[in-house]
């Protein structure tokens, strides 16, 4: 089967195991649950669950207790997305060729969508408890979720990233916005793989070293097709940053250096997965794909 095929056939899987941990769409509270499903329903390439999963078998996990996980990491990628394109943040109207929440529901329902998505994606990981024979790594892997989600994660660097808005920014405070805003989900992503399949720490350490080159190739390649692609390719607005007066990698360093930037950043997370124990060959393909795509 070749690798493309094969990515959607894992993509549509993990969209089954995503969908089985939505909110079913009644009672008072109804339309919570509806614009949560909505934006999670969206699309999107399901990136960070797949990741998890592929580093979970990488270690040779094989059970159901990584999906919970799954779910969670992707219902708190979609809370970052409701309200990135916020009035207050991004303002934009448009995500993955559709209204955006707050465009679809409102202003005041987006924010509570947000909100909801990153507690009830505790409450969703927890369920990982029931479907283990090791409590222990359920544990460590809440608490990595909820690390790499708050202050000292993705929330943090999403306030640097407001605060600096319309401001110059130096390529310390940018990278430092960029392992964060974007890279600690995807840290999350793949030492919950690491940890819920029993890895000893060498190894969770480089499954982190790995994924936040992975987050930073994937960052520099986002602001590279923000400047190259369409509103068609991309499902949502080009030009987004130069609206916001946001400084990006490629403003800083120019677009050939971006491009190269992100080729070699990709090549050293693939050089540090050959350095791991057991094999993933569609992990290493992911990767690629990862960093070189379109859209």
Not at 70 to 99: F, K, Q, V, Y
Not at 158 to 163: I, L, P, S, T
Request: aromatic share 6%; hydrophobic share 40%; charged share 25%.
């Amino acid at each position: 089967m070749e690798r493309r095929e094969e990515l959607k056939v894992r993509t549509q899987a993990v969209e089954q195991i995503v969908e089985s941990y939505l909110p079913a769409e009644e009672g008072h509270q109804k339309t919570i649950f509806e614009a949560m499903n909505y934006s999670v329903r969206a699309g999107g390439k399901r990136l960070r669950p797949m990741l998890m999963q592929e580093t979970y078998r990488l270690f040779g996990g094989t059970g159901r207790e990584i999906e919970p996980f799954m779910a969670a990491i992707e219902m708190i990628h979609t809370s970052s997305l409701i309200h990135d394109d916020l009035p207050c943040m991004d303002n934009d109207e448009l995500r993955r060729g559709l209204p955006t929440t707050w465009v679809k529901y409102g202003y005041d329902m987006a924010v509570l969508a947000g909100d909801a998505l990153l507690i009830f994606a505790i409450e969703t990981a927890a369920k990982a408890f029931a479907l283990t024979e090791h409590p222990e790594r359920v544990g460590r892997a809440i608490g990595l979720l909820a690390q790499k989600t708050g202050i000292y994660g993705m929330i943090g660097g999403q306030v640097v990233d407001v605060e600096l808005t319309d401001k110059p920014i130096s390529a310390e405070k940018l990278d430092f916005i960029y392992r964060l805003k974007t890279g600690a989900l995807l840290e999350a992503s793949m030492m919950i793989g690491a940890v819920m399949a029993g890895a000893d720490e060498a190894s969770i350490q480089k499954t982190e070293e790995m994924s936040s080159a992975i987050g930073l190739a994937f960052q520099i390649q986002d602001d590279i097709l923000d400047l190259t692609s369409t509103a068609e390719q991309l499902g949502k607005p080009v030009l987004s940053d130069e609206k916001n007066h946001k400084t990006t990698y490629v403003t800083l360093e120019g677009i050939d250096k971006a491009k190269a930037d992100v080729a070699e950043i990709s090549e050293r997370a693939v050089t540090v997965l050959k350095e791991l124990p057991g094999e993933n060959p569609f992990l290493e393909s992911l990767i690629h794909m990862l960093v070189n795509r379109e859209n």
